[in-house]
């Protein structure tokens, strides 16, 4: 058996910020990141209304001027396979983000279930593929979608979709162009038995209407 301190990162003022790739232990315990990276930005665009929280990316919102993550990192820094990433768009006192995830064997059940996990400054709540939310503020709106069938191995699914929209007030954000918060989002994949995480990590910046 481990000892208790070996299973412990102390992460002190030492908050992630940028793109960084995290892994997981398979006792339990806390998330393991290696060194922070330079903080990056992520200048976030105000629209004039919220998406159709459909789980369909095909909303023109999400093809206009959006924050986009690009692909998240796994432990080595590489682009995580499967492939994950998120847009983001603020307006009508909410923030909009879609989350998209490639997945070849879509887990909805137990510990291990496929998941999203979305931080923004102090609030943190996660979301599975079926839009199941676990944590989330006051307000939480979500859409989802998939394509393939769930928790059935045997054969290959292909992706699913979250659009999800939050109140600016439960994030203690007034909704003024140059704020700023913390802003990560991690997920946790399981393929035929074996568990993979990455993630993206920035620092939101609200600007104006592009």
Not at 9 to 29: L, S
Not at 120 to 141: D, N, Q, Y
């Amino acid at each position: 058996m481990s000892k208790p301190w070996t299973n412990v990162v102390v992460a002190a003022a030492a908050v992630a910020v940028g793109v960084t790739a995290w892994t997981w232990r398979k006792e339990p315990g806390p998330p393991i990141a290696p060194a922070p990276a330079a903080v990056h930005e992520l200048t976030v665009p105000k629209v004039d209304a919220v998406p159709e929280l459909d789980g369909e990316l095909d909303d023109a919102l999400w093809h206009g001027a959006v924050a986009r993550t690009g692909a998240f990192l796994d432990v080595s820094g590489s682009a995580a396979r499967p492939y994950s990433d998120a847009r983001v768009v603020w307006g009508e006192g909410r923030i909009s983000i879609a989350l998209y995830a490639a997945d070849a064997d879509i887990r909805t059940r137990g510990q291990l279930r496929d998941e999203f996990r979305v931080t923004i400054g102090a609030v943190s709540f996660g979301v599975s593929a079926t839009g199941e939310l676990v944590g989330a503020p006051a307000g939480t709106r979500v859409g989802h979608d998939h394509d393939g069938t769930l928790d059935d191995p045997s054969d290959d699914d292909e992706e699913w979709v979250i659009e999800l929209t939050v109140p600016l007030s439960e994030l203690g954000l007034r909704g003024a162009a140059g704020e700023r918060a913390p802003f990560a989002v991690d997920r946790c994949d399981t393929n035929r038995g074996l568990r993979s995480c990455s993630a993206a990590r920035y620092v939101l910046v609200l600007a104006g209407k592009p």
